[in-house]
């Protein structure tokens, strides 16, 4: 038994009993899976209100003082507590679920102790979109005031607003700052006069990387001499770029430090950006397109400076590969889900870093704040080529995938001939092509409109579709054939041959089934099948069961 969890326990028993970032249940055998959602909710924004580093909720344990373990059989039989924290972070925003779950098996009992992360600073934790709290040992939606007081701590923690106290403008980059200049008049040329006039200091102050002359943490970032990175301590202003193969194993890769203004062109003067090659269906001569749009690699780059979370020490990445680019910075995305904020009017109200952002969008950058993504959707999707993917499944972590491929070129001659497709069906249209899931409305609309065929999670291009662009071949060989042809085939065999082992059904019909199934799938079918064929009395099984043959119903199978 772990020594330290058990004193843990122990500690936690002996707190009083209106402690609002703990909770005793005795669970006996079962807990209602929606209140453990709600604690989770509940626990993770008192913990960050307390400034706890977790909360915790304990099953097998008496709630009234004094406390005592009388032990939990909750999910104590497989698959047990392995699948929870999982189903967990599909319910609540950021996909935010337990740091921990641990069994301690002690002479009074089994105890269950959940540990729950604190909410994110500026950012509330909800459970199937509401925000719970604790009053005392009841648990309820939290209350308006604490919720600004969680949505606040961004505004009044903006580490990239933060004045380095000994830093001066000697700490600067002379080059940087010549380079931001350019960028500002790109930006604002109406002002080109102005700017040439504007002493260094004045300029700093006047595009937002200095507040009244003194450095901030982005001013250092963004503009700082490479022996400057110590006045950002703990945090790290470096962009790692690896360079991996097809396997997965890495070449070659470098690091790039500050300034960041600097370093972003050097980042991208490592990546390969070949010619790629494609019929649109428009023309008869191939269109050339470069594997990465300019703009869209810049602002995934530049997204990753302006929202990495820099109070983490860690370092943005971006990762080349033979079909694609992974950019990766740390922290939580806050709009929550990508979907919506390309689907929604609304520009996001909340950012990690706003004096950050809004330096960058003055230093031409970024684009205007929130409009950044939705663009990049636009610009993959007139290219023809696969929308970026977000991954926000690992917490406090961002990853995009830029794919600088065609992965399916009958597939990407669809997208170009149906322009009347709205983003959101675009979008799952792209899940569809890489084989990802769909959700329920995603499914919903698809199926509706007749775009895809299949059943989930093995979805393909629709038959109406597959006329228009060329790929009536995939759609038969994808599209499993009735029930009936299969059944006939079989009857056939056995008629000629008169029996069969399972091998032989295999090789008779495995080539013939969907190729949208997997291996496994394809099987299962066949068993299906043959136990169907067995119920209506059409075939029959002579032979043990480790020899086993199939023969037609009542036929006794002797030689004539």
């Known amino acids: 038994m772990p020594e330290n969890l058990l004193k843990v326990l122990h500690d936690l028993m002996n707190l009083p009993t209106e402690t609002e970032w703990v909770e005793f249940k005795e669970a006996g055998t079962t807990f209602d899976f929606e209140l453990i959602g709600r604690y989770v909710s509940a626990l993770s924004n008192e913990a960050n209100l307390n400034d706890k580093p977790e909360g915790w909720l304990i099953f097998g ?16 039989t497989p698959p047990g507590l392995d699948k929870l924290k999982h189903k967990i972070s599909l319910q609540t925003n950021h996909q935010l679920t337990f740091l921990s779950i641990e069994e301690l098996h002690t002479p009074e009992g089994r105890v269950v102790m959940f540990k729950v992360p604190p909410a994110t600073r500026g950012i509330p934790t909800e459970w199937k979109g509401l925000v719970y709290g604790r009053i005392h040992d009841s648990t309820g939606q939290l209350a308006l005031h604490k919720i600004q007081r969680i949505r606040d701590q961004s505004a009044t923690l903006d580490w990239s607003a933060r004045i380095c106290e000994k830093a001066t403008i000697a700490n600067l980059d002379p080059a940087a700052i010549a380079f931001a200049r350019q ?96 019929l649109s269906g428009e023309t008869l001569f191939p269109l050339e397109l470069t594997q990465y749009d300019s703009w869209v690699m810049r602002e995934l780059l530049h997204n990753c400076i302006a929202h990495q979370d820099y109070l983490q020490g860690a ?16 922290g939580v995305f806050i709009p929550g889900s990508v979907d919506s904020l390309i689907t929604s009017d609304a520009l996001p109200d909340r950012y990690r870093n706003p004096f950050l952002a809004q330096a960058m969008v003055n230093l031409n950058m970024i684009d205007t704040i929130g409009s950044g993504i939705k663009r990049m959707f636009r610009l993959q999707r007139e290219r023809n080529f696969p929308l970026p993917d977000y991954n926000l499944s690992v917490a406090g972590k961002v990853s995009v995938r830029l794919t600088g491929k065609i992965i399916d070129p009958k597939y990407t001659r669809m997208l170009v001939r149906r322009k ?121 099984t002579k032979g043990g069961k480790k020899y086993a043959k199939w023969v037609l119903a009542g036929s006794t199978q002797k030689d004539r």
């Open 61 to 76: 344990v008496t709630d009234k003082s004094p406390r005592k373990i009388v032990g939990s059989h909750f999910n104590e």
């Open 183 to 278: 960028e500002y008049k790109k930006k604002n040329p109406r002002l080109v006069n102005d700017v040439d006039s504007w002493t260094d200091v004045e300029f700093l102050n006047r595009v937002g990387l200095c507040i009244d002359g003194k450095i901030t943490h982005t001013a250092i970032l963004l503009l700082g001499k490479n022996t400057s990175g110590h006045h950002l301590s703990p945090a790290i202003g470096q962009i790692t770029w690896v360079l991996k193969n097809a396997s997965g194993v890495e070449r070659d890769y470098a690091h790039f430090g500050l300034p960041i203004i600097l370093a972003i062109d050097k980042v991208f003067e490592k990546i390969r950006n070949l010619t790629v090659r494609h």
């Open 315 to 330: 370092r943005i990445s971006v990762v080349e590969n033979d079909e694609s680019l992974l950019f990766t910075n740390r």
């Open 420 to 540: 009347d497709l709205d983003m959101p069906d675009v979008i799952a249209l792209d899940k569809v092509q890489k084989g990802q899931r769909l959700s329920e409305p995603e499914f919903a609309s698809l199926k509706s409109k007749k775009l895809v065929e299949g059943r989930r999670p093995n979805l393909f291009v629709s038959d109406a579709i597959a006329a228009e662009t060329d790929t009536r071949v995939d759609y038969i060989r994808k599209r499993s054939f009735d029930k009936h042809y299969f059944k006939d085939m079989i009857i056939e065999y056995l008629r000629k041959f008169r029996e069969a082992d399972k091998i032989t059904i295999d090789d008779l019909l495995l080539d013939k089934v969907s190729e949208a199934l997997t291996d496994e799938q394809k099987q299962y079918f066949i068993k299906n099948l043959l136990q169907e064929m067995r119920k209506e009395g059409t075939i029959a």
